[in-house]
């Protein structure tokens, strides 16, 4: 009778309690590294005027991003699509599709290339200093 009168009043104490949302999250790692993709390790200004910057990048098929090279920690990671990169001057070749992610070597030459038929949908995200650009195009001088 006690274990009855129990959850009776168990029930009654739920019942009487407001309803609170409930918490649906789902999370996954897109990388966790200490080192960019030619093996060197990954390096954060040091400044007072941190600044992210985040970008989205599309390249068409028979497309390519152009010779440059990233000035801070670049954290690239492909949404659609692949990427071939192509580092100079060892030509070394990294092929990157959906799903991938990666971290750019510093102040190494690179060029992405869309290989494929789909266009390539990229997001970018370099922690930088402000005022100075993440990212220099051959020709730009750096």
């Given at each position: 009778?006690?274990?009855?009168?129990?959850?009776v009043?168990?029930?009654?104490?739920?019942?009487?309690?407001?309803?609170?949302a409930?918490?649906?999250?789902t999370?996954?790692?897109l990388l966790?590294?200490?080192?960019?993709?030619?093996?060197?390790?990954?390096?954060?200004?040091?400044?007072?005027?941190?600044?992210?910057t985040?970008m989205?990048?599309?390249?068409?098929p028979?497309?390519e991003?152009?010779?440059?090279?990233?000035?801070?920690?670049?954290?690239?990671y492909?949404?659609e699509?692949?990427?071939?990169?192509?580092?100079?001057?060892?030509?070394?070749?990294?092929?990157?599709t959906?799903?991938d992610?990666?971290?750019?070597?510093?102040?190494t030459w690179?060029?992405?290339?869309?290989?494929?038929?789909?266009?390539?949908?990229?997001l970018?995200?370099?922690?930088?200093e402000?005022?100075?650009?993440v990212?220099?195009?051959?020709?730009?001088?750096?």
């Amino acid at each position: 009778m006690r274990s009855i009168g129990l959850l009776v009043l168990m029930a009654a104490s739920l019942a009487a309690t407001p309803a609170v949302a409930q918490v649906r999250f789902t999370g996954r790692t897109l990388l966790k590294r200490s080192t960019t993709m030619d093996g060197s390790p990954v390096a954060y200004p040091k400044t007072d005027s941190a600044e992210v910057t985040a970008m989205l990048m599309e390249i068409d098929p028979g497309g390519e991003t152009g010779w440059h090279m990233h000035t801070a920690a670049t954290f690239v990671y492909v949404l659609e699509g692949s990427v071939e990169v192509e580092e100079r001057p060892s030509g070394m070749k990294h092929t990157h599709t959906a799903g991938d992610g990666f971290l750019h070597a510093l102040k190494t030459w690179h060029n992405g290339r869309n290989r494929g038929r789909t266009p390539t949908r990229i997001l970018v995200v370099s922690t930088g200093e402000r005022g100075r650009p993440v990212m220099v195009h051959e020709g730009q001088g750096h």
